[in-house]
């Protein structure tokens, strides 16, 4: 009797599961190291084999997440949930996919491995689909350059002092492989952070030349291969607002100041970006209007 017990017990938990069986969530990083305050942005995919159609995304707990660290010695601290509500339908033999940026929800601030694992809840079963967890590592980086600027004013605002924030250039060794450059953006201890922003690959003999303009915008140039050169413009909210390349050719490209006193690129040649050039509407000839005999 107690055998023939502990088969229907086993018998119903296989029941229990089988809509996650039908039902799965996958999550995935586009990388898998990143600096402090860095976007850690996921994907995820919901794939509906169930036969039937699910309602989802009625609340802001049809899709869940838990961060937790892999060092043993460190706490995650869950700030928010993420916002993931959204009504949708997903039929059956169909994939949703959603984005969700989850740096502003967990607190991530400490170097460290941790894993990310997502929760899908099915109000209609009453039952939650787990995906595999997705390690990752928060990196730090070598500062390489850095200075304070004050917050412009707003216009009609000029009897207080300003704000102070502060650039920050790091480089960071991506998988021990690729050397990245980034730009943050912080309060004048540099303890808070605004904003990260991976602006490019660089060579590691690279250093960058930056300076800032009158609206307090950063403008930064630096090397990226043996005879190219990025060349990226910010705003102190860490908004990219320009960003072109530039080869050595005849000269270095470095940053100078134009006849108006403005910031530009002196030297080597800029590529061209396929927005520059307008080239030619291309048609078939049974739309060509066909011409009058002179």
């Given at each position: 009797m107690k055998k023939l017990a502990t088969i229907l017990v086993f018998a119903l938990l296989a029941f229990c599961r089988a809509p996650a069986?039908?039902?799965?969530?996958?999550?995935?990083?586009?990388?898998?190291?990143?600096?402090?305050?860095?976007?850690l942005p996921v994907t995820i995919h919901v794939i509906n084999n169930s036969g039937q159609n699910l309602h989802l995304g009625t609340d802001n707990n049809w899709l869940t997440f838990n961060v937790k660290s892999l060092d043993g010695n460190l706490s995650v601290v869950k700030q928010s949930q993420p916002?993931?509500?959204?009504?949708?339908?997903?039929g059956s033999s169909e994939v949703a996919i959603k984005h969700v940026d989850i740096e502003p929800y967990f607190n991530l601030r400490q170097t460290g491995r941790y894993s990310i694992t997502a929760f899908l809840h099915i109000p209609e079963w009453n039952m939650d689909v787990s995906s595999g967890p997705q390690e990752f590592d928060i990196i730090d980086g070598a500062e390489l350059w850095s200075q304070a600027f004050g917050l412009p004013v707003p216009a009609g605002v000029s009897n207080r002092p300003p704000e102070i924030r502060k650039y920050v250039l790091?480089?960071?060794n991506y998988l021990q492989r690729q050397l990245r450059m980034y730009l943050l953006v912080t309060d004048e201890t540099g303890q808070n952070i605004f904003k990260v922003s991976a602006i490019g690959p660089?060579?590691?003999?690279?250093?960058?030349?930056?300076?800032?303009?009158?609206?307090?915008?950063?403008?930064?140039?630096?090397?990226?291969?043996a005879e190219s050169f990025l060349y990226s413009v910010f705003n102190p909210d860490g908004t990219v607002l320009?960003?072109?390349?530039?080869d050595y050719?005849?000269?270095?490209?470095?940053?100078?100041?134009?006849?108006?006193?403005?910031?530009?690129?002196?030297?080597?040649a800029r590529r061209v970006k396929p927005s520059d050039t307008q080239l030619p509407m291309i048609v078939p000839p049974n739309a060509v209007p066909a011409q009058p005999n002179q």
């Open positions: 069986q039908i039902v799965t969530l996958e999550l995935s990083l586009d990388q898998d190291q990143f600096l402090p305050a860095e976007t916002p993931v509500a959204g009504v949708f339908d997903l790091e480089e960071a660089m060579v590691s003999f690279s250093q960058p030349e930056a300076q800032l303009d009158d609206d307090s915008n950063l403008h930064v140039i630096y090397q990226t291969g320009q960003q072109d390349v530039y050719l005849n000269s270095r490209p470095h940053l100078g100041l134009d006849s108006s006193g403005h910031i530009v690129v002196l030297g080597g």
